[in-house]
């Protein structure tokens, strides 16, 4: 790699001039610059929107934005934006409504909405004369914070409680404020590092203050909200009699199909490498709506790992229960989302995103996230214990096989053609397009 020159005072300089310090990286750089620019929005207010998202920003990069159609939750139908690059992904989710629409749909239920925030300390004091005044601390926490709080308990949300945390076992003399949060419809993040560095401010005047405790000295380390929210969860599940499989592959029975599943299941439950893999592809449609509606999908991520490690080894986040000759299939996870502020008003398309889902509640979000999820996985599995998982994926990719090549409309229709009864690869694709320009 070759290194690249110190500029000093970068973000100082224009737009223009940020442009004209990257191109010079390259053999051509006018060509550069007419790139970079070519991504910008048409509409110069757009344009600004988008360059005030974010410091140093050159170009948009792009992402499809596609539709999940049909997709039937607790008995009404959804149409779905998602925001994802992999080919397949939209095609597997749809296919996965499509199929489960004719079996009463997913079916979705919130468990709980909780948020975490912690106020990290070190004190050398005697933590009995901390703990002896924590009731009255805690008041001083609630009251201090009142002016940040106001409009949120006005919406019904606010600080549900606030603990003090011994971790002195740990780290010596360790502790933290540990608050629970209820942000309504708005992931909540401003809000509660506000209240949470308040709380840091007021916990070292009260200490410092309070003629009982002797050790004056809170030092503390940080304030900040935790992302993971193991008491925000939702689950989405689809039911329906085994025999309702009878159709799913030429080569296999109802019951052949559900004990295969059963066992992807069981292995993505049991082996860290084949959960990683299965939860990943969860992730691919929660994500692409996370996205979509203008939500931070690496605090999402973060959060459904920690989550699928929580006894100790990472596992499925799905469930299979077999009862009755019913197949019940389940995804339990914590998804901390938002419908009010941040990127949801201001992206123009995250905008549309909610109105195209009727305006929906952060829980109503959490439950169609938690859907799409469900479907992806349920298609990858799907596949990959029937017909694999590449043919279909091959399928999607073919047009990015075809592009990197320059093919042109009419090549892409007769490749398109020829390979629908020929197994796609990038070097059956590329053979096939020499064959036809010859
Ligand atoms: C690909 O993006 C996702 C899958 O690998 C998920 C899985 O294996 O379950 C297909």
């Given at each position: 790699m070759k290194?690249?020159n110190?500029i000093?005072?970068?973000?100082?300089?224009?737009?223009?001039?940020?442009i004209e310090?990257?191109?010079?990286f390259?053999?051509n750089?006018q060509?550069v610059?007419?790139?970079?620019?070519?991504?910008?929005?048409?509409?110069?207010?757009?344009?600004?929107?988008f360059d005030?998202?974010?410091?140093?920003?050159?170009?948009n990069f792009?992402?499809?934005y596609g539709i999940?159609?049909?997709?039937?939750?607790?008995?009404?139908?959804?149409?779905?934006p998602?925001?994802?690059?992999?080919?397949?992904?939209?095609?597997?989710?749809?296919?996965s409504?499509?199929f489960w629409?004719?079996?009463?749909?997913?079916?979705?239920?919130?468990?709980?909405?909780?948020k975490?925030?912690?106020?990290h300390f070190?004190?050398?004091?005697?933590i009995q004369?901390?703990?002896a005044?924590?009731?009255?601390?805690?008041?001083?926490l609630?009251?201090?914070?009142s002016?940040i709080?106001?409009n949120?308990?006005?919406?019904?949300?606010?600080?549900?409680?606030i603990?003090?945390?011994?971790?002195?076992?740990e780290?010596?003399?360790?502790?933290?404020?540990?608050?629970s949060?209820?942000?309504r419809d708005?992931?909540?993040?401003n809000?509660?590092?506000?209240?949470l560095?308040?709380?840091?401010?007021?916990?070292?005047d009260?200490?410092?203050?309070?003629?009982?405790?002797?050790?004056?000295?809170?030092?503390?380390?940080?304030?900040?909200?935790?992302n993971?929210t193991?008491?925000?969860l939702?689950e989405?599940?689809?039911?329906?009699?085994?025999?309702?499989?009878?159709?799913?592959?030429?080569?296999?029975t109802?019951?052949?199909?559900?004990?295969?599943?059963?066992?992807?299941?069981?292995?993505?439950t049991?082996?860290?490498h084949?959960?990683?893999?299965?939860?990943?592809?969860i992730?691919n449609g929660i994500d692409?709506?996370?996205?979509?509606?203008?939500?931070?999908?690496?605090?999402?991520?973060?959060?459904?790992h920690?989550?699928a490690a929580?006894?100790?080894?990472?596992r499925s986040?799905t469930?299979?229960?077999?009862e009755?000759?019913?197949?019940?299939?389940s995804?339990l996870?914590?998804?901390?989302?938002?419908?009010?502020?941040?990127l949801?008003?201001?992206h123009?398309?995250?905008?549309?995103?909610?109105?195209l889902?009727?305006?929906p509640?952060?829980?109503?979000?959490?439950?169609?996230?938690?859907?799409i999820?469900?479907?992806?996985?349920?298609?990858?599995?799907r596949?990959?214990?029937?017909?694999g998982?590449?043919?279909?994926?091959?399928?999607m990719?073919?047009?990015?096989?075809l592009?990197?090549?320059?093919?042109?409309?009419?090549?892409?229709?007769?490749?398109?053609n020829?390979?629908?009864?020929v197994?796609?690869?990038?070097?059956?694709?590329?053979?096939?397009?020499?064959?036809?320009?010859?």
């Amino acid at each position: 790699m070759k290194e690249k020159n110190i500029i000093p005072g970068f973000s100082k300089l224009t737009k223009a001039e940020k442009i004209e310090q990257v191109a010079q990286f390259f053999e051509n750089p006018q060509q550069v610059s007419q790139s970079l620019a070519s991504y910008w929005y048409s509409n110069p207010e757009h344009q600004k929107l988008f360059d005030e998202f974010s410091e140093n920003t050159i170009s948009n990069f792009h992402f499809p934005y596609g539709i999940a159609p049909n997709v039937m939750i607790n008995g009404k139908n959804f149409m779905i934006p998602m925001v994802i690059e992999e080919s397949s992904v939209v095609a597997a989710a749809s296919n996965s409504a499509k199929f489960w629409s004719t079996r009463g749909g997913f079916h979705t239920r919130i468990l709980s909405t909780t948020k975490i925030g912690q106020v990290h300390f070190i004190w050398k004091g005697n933590i009995q004369q901390l703990k002896a005044h924590f009731p009255e601390l805690k008041q001083k926490l609630i009251e201090g914070t009142s002016s940040i709080t106001k409009n949120m308990r006005e919406r019904g949300g606010g600080i549900l409680d606030i603990q003090l945390v011994d971790l002195s076992h740990e780290i010596p003399d360790y502790y933290q404020l540990k608050a629970s949060f209820d942000t309504r419809d708005s992931m909540g993040a401003n809000f509660i590092n506000s209240c949470l560095e308040e709380f840091a401010d007021i916990l070292k005047d009260f200490v410092a203050q309070k003629i009982e405790i002797v050790e004056k000295e809170v030092k503390i380390i940080m304030a900040i909200l935790s992302n993971y929210t193991p008491e925000c969860l939702v689950e989405a599940w689809v039911e329906c009699p085994i025999e309702e499989f009878s159709a799913i592959d030429p080569d296999m029975t109802a019951e052949e199909f559900v004990w295969k599943f059963e066992k992807a299941v069981q292995i993505a439950t049991v082996d860290p490498h084949r959960a990683t893999t299965h939860n990943k592809g969860i992730f691919n449609g929660i994500d692409s709506v996370v996205l979509a509606s203008g939500n931070d999908f690496r605090a999402v991520e973060a959060c459904g790992h920690t989550f699928a490690a929580r006894d100790g080894q990472y596992r499925s986040l799905t469930k299979l229960n077999l009862e009755n000759g019913i197949f019940r299939y389940s995804l339990l996870l914590p998804i901390s989302l938002g419908t009010v502020g941040g990127l949801t008003s201001l992206h123009p398309l995250a905008k549309l995103t909610l109105e195209l889902l009727s305006d929906p509640s952060a829980e109503d979000l959490m439950q169609i996230s938690a859907v799409i999820g469900l479907a992806n996985n349920f298609g990858a599995l799907r596949s990959l214990t029937t017909k694999g998982i590449q043919k279909g994926h091959m399928k999607m990719h073919l047009l990015n096989i075809l592009n990197t090549f320059g093919a042109t409309d009419k090549e892409k229709e007769a490749a398109i053609n020829y390979f629908k009864t020929v197994k796609v690869s990038f070097n059956a694709a590329e053979d096939f397009l020499k064959t036809l320009r010859k």
